[in-house]
């Protein structure tokens, strides 16, 4: 008999975002004639920047010749794309990270929900709520929770909640645990952490022993230089943390896949006698075991985004996307909404009119202005009572949204 994980079967319902698919399809079908306007998914909508196709054609060429093709490549990555990231995401700020401390992957979620797979059981761990789902939903398959109460907590994660006393940015918890999930900026409340946060959070970790998982997916979208981009500015992070960045948003990759994880090896836990032992070789291990490296031809593209050409291309996607958050900000706000972020972010996080309930929201925004958005209780338990927007779309699709939120709601 082939006995299941019954861990599975804790989770409270589907994925967040096949669900409002899944509802969006159905409304869809029944209402053909009804213009969506979809807001929910952080996908992106612009095309790949010319320096990145340019790049791709180029590798595509080279894979057909004999001299130049391409097998396996390397665990970690080409040493092209990696000096690159060093470079520019790391050494230009102050941060010096060694080349082999770069792990390219095909995406941040996957690097996110597997990361866990290199700690212990037992650990404990915290998330900020509302929060990225994968932080909750992988750690609950692999045993570390209990079952989830009333209100969707599971027994055994600290949640902090992240609202708007804190700026929706909590400081560490007040007891010790092991892992402790962060994002910044934050999807899906848009803020963005201070360096007195995370030196907080940094401080904390290392009095506690616990490890930091940091993503920064979005790091790209902080328009005031002086916020942190990476947790490695922060003083003592290279003996406590793990940061995963992406390429699907700062340069439209979320149909390329490519990104990265950072591990010091500095970084450490301990193992059953006591023994300390660097997590950069845990992953290096299970990187080589379960994965064969991100396909040449995608790497080369990911590495022209480095170049000025690139580098330019994909700033300017970014402050389009950037501007559309400002609109709706704006926008929505002199509608009488309660808005938040959408200045180091490209989601907008506001307050649910009239009372409603996230998922009432997400229907009756649905049925009466035909935009789809993101609940914000699929995000957590602290989410309830709040709703994320994208900033992904076109600007005519934008304002029109806008306005038709407006109408329905009587802003």
């Known amino acids: 008999m082939a006995l299941i994980n019954d861990h599975y079967q804790k989770l409270q319902a589907g994925y967040l975002f096949p669900e409002i698919g899944r509802r969006v399809g159905a409304y869809c079908q029944a209402n053909p004639d009804a213009a969506v306007i979809r807001l929910g998914i952080g996908d992106v909508t612009l095309p790949l920047v010319p320096a990145v196709v340019a790049a791709l054609h180029e590798a595509v060429d080279e894979m057909a010749s004999e001299k130049s093709f391409r097998g396996y490549g390397p665990d970690n990555g080409y040493d092209f794309l990696t000096e690159q990231i060093r470079e520019h995401d790391y050494r230009r700020r102050g941060v010096a990270i060694e080349l082999d401390e770069i792990f390219v992957s095909d995406g941040s979620k996957q690097d996110s929900g597997n990361i866990q797979e290199i700690f212990g059981a037992d650990c404990t761990l915290s998330v900020t709520d509302p929060s990225y789902p994968v932080y909750v939903d992988t750690n609950v398959m692999a045993g570390r929770s209990g079952e989830a109460n009333e209100r969707g907590y599971y027994g055994g994660i600290v949640y902090l909640p992240a609202n708007e006393d804190n700026g929706f940015t909590p400081g560490p918890p007040e007891q010790g645990v092991d892992i402790a999930y962060l994002c910044s900026p934050n999807n899906p409340t848009g803020a963005v952490a201070s360096r007195q946060n995370l030196q907080q959070w940094v401080d904390w970790a290392r009095e506690n022993d616990a490890v930091i998982v940091f993503d920064a997916a979005y790091d790209a979208f902080i328009q005031d230089d002086a916020l942190p981009r990476s947790i490695f500015e922060i003083e003592g ?7 995963m960045r992406s390429f699907s948003k700062r340069a439209g990759f979320t149909g390329v896949r490519c990104a990265y994880t950072v591990i010091p090896k500095s970084v450490t836990g301990s193992n059953a006698t006591g023994e300390r032992v660097a997590l950069h070789g845990l992953w290096a291990r299970r990187h080589s075991t379960k994965f064969n490296a991100v396909p040449y031809i995608v790497q080369r593209a990911a590495a022209a985004c480095y170049s000025p050409e690139g580098a330019a291309q994909t700033a300017e996607q ?20 309660t808005v938040f972020a959408g200045e180091h972010a490209p989601y907008v996080w506001l307050k649910t009119p009239r009372g409603l309930t996230s998922w009432q929201c997400f229907d009756e925004l649905l049925e009466k202005a035909h935009v789809v958005g993101t609940p914000g209780s ?18 005519e699709n934008v304002d029109e949204a806008i306005e038709r939120i407006g109408k329905a709601f009587g802003g």
Do not use: D, H
């Open 378 to 395: 699929g995000f957590g338990p602290s989410g309830e009572g709040y709703f994320r927007i994208s900033a992904f779309n076109s600007r």
């Open 237 to 243: 992070a290279r003996e406590c943390a793990i940061e």
């Open 318 to 337: 970014v402050g389009y996307y950037m501007e559309n958050a400002r609109c709706i900000r704006e926008g929505l706000g002199a509608a009488g909404f």
